[in-house]
């Protein structure tokens, strides 16, 4: 079966592995499009080129870059006209206009196709958005979701097709796995990586880390409006002395990040419109080797499972409780991290997830 992919996401040289391993099963040939650059509210995000092996990778423009839900691939009807697919998978949320413009033009050209979706809020949108989402809805012959959450939502809200429960990607053990070995002595290290917003609740974590006893570090990997709020919060308690902001990292330098962390923590706290739909992160620091540690918003739980600890949204009490209880048990730490990196390896590795997904194409076509 040949398959045509468009996604925005697989900039990232560390999501082509995914790729990687799609393209290993002998009755699938991909085609996977992606964007030159993504204009993210970070900055711009451009395409690294790491993991091409067995599959075709074309970059092309994209119209209205960085807004969204408007954004499109204007050389979408070409590349299908050249590729002529039996599937078309879109990187994307239903109610948007690429995956709706990509949608018609499989319809139209009698292509089946397929949608991924992190959305775990129930959320009406304006015209044109509902109008697309519901066409898609009605249309699209498969859907992949990323959490039970987001399965929920788009059954309520009308989608009667076939839908698999799937990670968007999952983690190379390889290239996320745990250190040879950490010098003798060194100070017990907590980390953070992603975006600095109030929604992510670093503000918590420096506090929490504010209340522990020394030798302890705070290694922050990520940027956004927050940062300035956060290193003014972290003189105001004291540790600025121990907080180190590593700025936004290319994916590639992301293992070498999460492997100095004893733990990583995703203090995600829920809003009206936004709660943790994953938590990626948890999944990349687990394979390091690094405790995770989560609040309870949306799927974090769920990702964690018993190989971490959950804390209650909000509550600088529980979370400093818990990290307190992870330096001082080293042996509780070292079960811990041994159960999260099987976690990975049992559930979250990229070739299971490629696997899982290709026998959602194999569904498709029968």
Not at 42 to 70: M, S
Not at 173 to 200: D, I, M, N, T
Request: net charge positive.
């Amino acid at each position: 079966m040949r398959v045509l992919m468009v996604s925005k996401a697989c900039l990232a040289g560390i999501y082509q592995r995914k790729l990687e391993e799609i393209a290993r099963s002998k009755d699938v040939e991909l085609t996977v499009v992606v964007p030159p650059t993504w204009r993210d509210v970070q900055g711009t995000v451009k395409l690294e080129r790491a993991h091409l092996a067995g599959y075709r990778l074309l970059v092309d423009p994209i119209a209205w870059n960085g807004n969204y839900h408007l954004y499109y691939f204007p050389r979408l009807r070409q590349r299908v006209r050249e590729f002529q697919p039996d599937i078309l998978h879109i990187d994307e949320e239903p109610y948007n206009l690429a995956t709706w413009h990509a949608w018609r033009l499989a319809k139209r050209a009698g292509i089946r196709s397929l949608f991924f979706s992190w959305q775990n809020l129930s959320r009406r949108y304006p015209v044109p958005f509902r109008t697309m989402e519901m066409a898609v809805l009605r249309g699209v012959d498969h859907a992949i979701v990323g959490s039970q959450g987001a399965a929920e939502v788009w059954r309520r809200k009308g989608y009667r097709g076939p839908l698999a429960v799937i990670p968007q990607f999952g983690v190379d053990p390889q290239l996320f796995s745990p250190p040879e070995r950490r010098p003798p002595g060194r100070s017990f290290v907590v980390g953070y990586a992603g975006r600095l917003v109030s929604e992510k609740g670093v503000d918590l974590l420096i506090r929490a880390v504010a209340s522990l006893p020394c030798p302890c570090h705070l290694a922050i990997a990520g940027d956004g409006p927050e940062r300035a709020g956060l290193t003014a919060l972290a003189r105001e308690v004291g540790v600025q002395d121990r907080l180190f902001f590593d700025g936004q990292l290319p994916s590639a330098r992301m293992p070498a990040f999460l492997q100095q962390l004893d733990v990583l923590v995703l203090p995600s706290r829920s809003r009206p419109n936004w709660m943790e739909q994953f938590g990626r992160v948890l999944i990349e620091a687990m394979a390091c080797g690094a405790v995770a540690v989560g609040s309870n918003s949306g799927e974090i739980p769920n990702v964690i499972g018993e190989a971490g600890l959950v804390f209650p949204e909000d509550d600088v009490a529980a979370l400093a409780s818990h990290l307190e209880y992870l330096m001082t048990n080293p042996s509780v730490r070292s079960d811990l991290a041994e159960k999260g990196r099987l976690r990975v390896l049992t559930r979250y590795t990229q070739k299971r997830v490629a696997a899982q997904t290709v026998q959602v194409y194999r569904e498709v076509m029968q």
